[in-house]
């Protein structure tokens, strides 16, 4: 397999970056839940290229088609499929990557895994169009998670090496992510906007590119979620979120930084809170043995810069095996870290769904509407 | 589910830590490779309680008495099950534990996923005993693996701040590797020791504890192997690593420190090698899209300090829900890192394994032993 | 999950009968193999609509269009997403449906597992018309399992008590199979023909319904594919077969009837074959512990009379609680056995496939195009 | 895979006849639910062989060790672990049966799917031992479905063609399955039981062996449980009853003999009951469209002659390739049939918990013991 993931809810990805349509199914929703496809939009927005110079010029409205699953307005509880047709394709752009694979892009990886057989138009099946679909899912999965008050967001949280203001892991809330879940270019601290895009810029006019950070939170999770070993929070979210083209690493709480700390510093003091356990400090990111404590969920992912700049590059050709210069010719993002937000958002609104279904805590939408006893 | 993981290659992991026993059944193994106990064995010493001062002073053999699954030293090919039986067990020592949960232990949320009723002597299902029979799985996958010339190992890169020089990414070779993986305290640099263990018997004096990181490779891959989106390599790898106790992030590659990167520095050249496609610099460990390249895969994954420390500590009292002061009393790793290096070399090797099979990759033992045309 | 199956081979079906479309994503499929278009609309034909008396006068022309995982008439690797469009939709003979469920059909039960939420125009996602993705899925993998010398067909075994010739489970080959699976009426005896059909027509006039077996056969297998348990053959074929609509039971080889043999009858001498190893006789019907033996794979599957019946019938008010006469409008088919053939060939050759991948015996097509040494 | 089974309840069977040991691991059990041993150990004992002239002499005491996830009775929530121990193993018998396949035995077929590898001593992981593994997993669903007030009971609906009278699809209650389900030789009519014996024991004196069918049911279930295609009720009970050594064929409600039959006489018509819908007729078998109707859940399997029979026999020597004579000198059991019905009826509760658990039907016990709000 390879795109396809969940236990409870099962996301099936289909669609290669030039071919017919991209898409999703999500089997396993719960009936009866009201989807605001306006929501959905603007998350899909969100992640759509061709918004401002830190992105491709690629024009795609990626208005996804639900073609099954949703009647008047709610999940049916069958599967739900949606279709997002490509429009703005221009093959003729990559006709010589098939000879040339792109230093540190899937074309050589690829190559090799079919045979030669891969649809290389675009990226194929690798293109980061393909997080289109997810950001849909994600979209769908985090309404069903509003209604049972979970709230998902993300923030920038460096580019190039220029740092926003971390999420504060105690205090973080609802109304910040709400507000943070609807930005394109969401930021703690709005003031580091114009330090990240000039190095965004800067690499765009040497032709280059430039990676980062996406901070991401969750709160109003239950405590109790998940279960110990491999079906963790953490095992489910990184498992889902590694997905996610150009991801590089993933930390929770304090992630990295714990391997310096003391257990002394580290660990999170247990205080009684308005009726339910709290921490003091949340280092553990609101997991702890894989499974949620009721503290703010957090972790960060790295992303690498765009593998696909306009810079001469050194690679092979794999017709003649013999070294070769590589000039890309295609629209491509200098930073993808900003429309990558919502995709993480996403993923953790999937893996989280998930998660609360396998417990059993979402119930039928207000009780069904059974019409009989 | 929780401690089930795999597609080809099935893990399932049981048992409590004070429990009648803890064991793995491995599930898809091929049949008539050769296991030799003493490999194994090797393993499971690396990770056993009790060597020196870094670890708690529980002795434990470790010894798996293996029920199924091989037959005349050579797998069979149905599940292979291994039991651990539990001997130095102290239950006194934690009989407050219910009511007063360790601070970042999983104490509190195993307690409220499992309503209560979850067995919270010596940690149960969640104590870091439960790796023992993961490392046990890893060792026999390591060895199946060794016959299709893939060698695993990894090494301390840090503990408390101080490192270790890192592998490098492009040179590591099998040698190397074979090397570290057979040392209980592994390391590039042997001159790093000291100032590690200073600080960890500075902490285990203090009655606290301390972190580190793991840096793990493994060489011989072929290119192509893994899924892309959520079957990647990164996928696997990560969603079993997350499995670990204490585990608080992975990165692959050049992980973190790529989101500070330009594209031109970070994308990896290609260049024609002996019979296969290689790269110049290898900040991708191995892994693009998902699917490894033929270079050497490399990832670090981070580890809190033990959560169990001897200093008095604030938790809650579950029974009243009033504040209250934890003094543990039960034996503890003042640091568990250099116990968890063949934790984190088997999970690699499980993933693998699994991934190679996947594909097809892993024919019968030397063509088979049948006696039919 | 529901609507999703498989180990290495991933199917996902989504789609109600009368929303936007119904389609199927296969994720999974080796790479570069070769599907002609054609065989799959011949099996799509096969089992569409509109064709005689014996099926419902709903005409769909269900031409699927492939979304993804095709290129140049060859598998890319990545899922291959195919959507068939609801054409031929009259929602309103459907309207009093909610209220008054239909006696053995998914009315009742979906209303309840959905909470009411459920599409039930058409029958929704419970409708027969859901298998028409199933066949599309099958008439892909069939012909990748062609390349490798298998091949799948069926016959009706019985409809409403009138009976063909059963195969021979021992000399059946790939010419009857082949010859089979492109007829609508496929039955072994053509004179059986007349008897069946009268049964129908009777059926139809009388505002009735009727029940058939079909049996359905693989060649070309080779020994050792299957596993044991749970992942044998049989449990693979059943959990699909079981999947489609009115099937109320499964039996493999001589199946039912063997309970009564004495096993000096039932057993199968083997004897030396052609460089394989055969049976006198295949009571076993091809597999053994779940693992195939060499010889035709065969098996025979049940269906119920379909449910939708003209005929007034006794139902309960949903809405009230009380009893009811249920009068059924929409367009029905008096016999589904002609058009299920396809879909049971389909099931056998997605479940065959994926034994087949799981021990590696699918490889790249003719070994890859690859460029690269 | 093989041995491994289920979405929330999984199930992990290993060992070998003649091995250290067999087992099963079940994860995702819901904490907290008593376990009377007794009530299981009775279940083993149904199973147990030696107990008349039906079953091999074999004695095996077949007592369980758990390993795992329980505690002071009741389960963790945690892997329940379970170790048998293999006691009376006469390995000599079976030594020359890798040389000699077993006709009808998965002798041959195991040969060649783990070439040559797997452990042949006793039938190895092919043995009918295996089921007492799953025996001992049913016997710990059914007393959590016991909670929730789902009973589950078989009888021996037919052996060698002599027939027990079958269970009104309609009436049968938990008094009657609970009665069926603690009997050896369980019927409905006990005056059926000589008629059966007398042809066992014939078989038996002319070194043969005879089949039957086993007829199971469960009352209690709520309507609404199960999925649509894949996931639905008899897809999930057909895939693990199709892992039990002979069985050849299952069948739903009325079954084959709906093939017979019209929708008219077919068809349930739906009656008001005690504040739940009823079914007039049960020939649907409590399953509609996958999903439970809340009408008694009943299946039928049949199972075919024990394929080791003492009568000489023609099979093939493995080593030469020639046609060779076997006589098999091992002891066993001239019909297996009445020591599968607790096999059916555990993997019938499997089953049904797994399917409940999914829909979040099984809360923790009693609403947990946690002591904080």
């Given at each position: 397999m390879s795109s396809s993931w969940g236990n409870l809810i099962h996301i099936q990805i289909f669609g290669e970056s030039h071919g017919g349509g991209i898409g999703v199914v999500l089997d396993g929703l719960p009936a009866g839940y009201p989807i605001d496809m306006d929501m959905v939009l603007l998350q899909m927005k969100r992640r759509a290229p061709g918004q401002d110079l830190t992105s491709t010029a690629r024009k795609e409205s990626d208005s996804p088609e639900v073609?099954?699953?949703?009647?008047d307005g709610r999940t049916t509880g069958a599967p739900l499929a949606a279709l997002i047709r490509n429009k703005d394709t221009r093959s003729g752009d990559y006709k010589n990557l098939m000879k040339l694979p792109r230093p540190s892009h899937a074309d050589y990886t690829g190559h090799v895994r079919y045979s030669g057989f891969n649809d290389v138009r675009g990226g194929g099946h690798f293109s980061g169009r393909l997080t289109a679909p997810l950001v849909f899912a994600g979209a769908v999965c985090r309404q069903i998670l509003l209604c049972h008050g979970i709230h998902i967001g993300s923030h920038i949280r460096a580019i190039a090496g220029k740092e926003d203001t971390p999420l504060d892991p105690v205090t973080v809330d609802a109304v910040q992510l709400d507000e943070l879940s609807q930005q394109f270019f969401a930021l703690v601290d709005p003031k580091a906007e114009d330090a990240m895009r000039l190095e965004v810029e800067k690499a765009r006019l040497d032709c280059d590119s430039v990676g980062g950070i996406i901070e991401c939170a969750a709160v109003g999770l239950p405590a109790g979620i998940g279960s110990p070993m491999f079906d963790g929070m953490e095992n489910r979210i990184a498992s889902l979120v590694m997905g996610i083209p150009a991801v590089r690493g993933i930390e929770f709480g304090t992630g990295f930084a714990a391997a310096s700390m003391r257990g002394s510093e580290h660990n999170d003091a247990f205080v009684p809170g308005d009726g339910q356990v709290r921490t003091l400090s949340n280092h553990h990111g609101g997991v702890i043995g894989g499974i949620t404590s009721g503290m703010p969920l957090l972790f960060r992912t790295a992303f690498k810069p765009t593998a696909s700049i306009a810079k001469p590059q050194q690679t092979i050709d794999l017709t003649s095996g013999k070294q070769a210069t590589l000039v890309i010719k295609g629209r491509h993002d200098p930073c993808i870290v900003p429309r990558a937000l919502p995709v993480v958002e996403g993923a953790a609104a999937i893996a989280i769904l998930d998660a609360m279904m396998e417990l059993g805590k979402i119930p039928p939408y207000e009780g069904g509407r059974n019409h009989d006893a």
């Open positions: 073609l099954s699953g949703m009647l």
